[in-house]
């Protein structure tokens, strides 16, 4: 299983605070409308989910690692 580049580390981060922060406001009510905010917590989620389960089959486009022969040098 290949690690999570920064994007995707920031993106799944991401889609886990707004799907918290919509049961949250749901649960204070401060945001009203039941269905909508389980249509968009429960998308995040399913989002988050799919992006995870990317990763473990090593699928993710954007974290595929280039061989050491072809990578390009490092700075110091």
């Known amino acids: 299983m ?5 994007a995707c ?3 799944s981060g991401l889609m886990l605070l707004i ?3 919509s049961f949250l406001t749901y649960g204070l009510n401060i945001w009203k409308d039941g269905m909508l905010v389980h249509l968009v ?3 995040f989620l ?3 989910a799919l992006g995870s389960m990317m990763h473990a089959m090593d699928m ?3 974290c595929q690692v280039m061989p050491e ?3 390009p ?3 110091k």
Not at 2 to 6: D, E, K, L, N, P
């Open 2 to 6: 290949q690690q999570m580049g920064s």
């Open 9 to 11: 580390c920031k993106m």
């Open 19 to 21: 799907s918290g922060l």
């Open 41 to 43: 917590g429960g998308l």
């Open 46 to 48: 399913t989002l988050y």
């Open 60 to 62: 993710c486009p954007s």
């Open 69 to 71: 022969s072809k990578a």
């Open 73 to 75: 040098a490092k700075k």
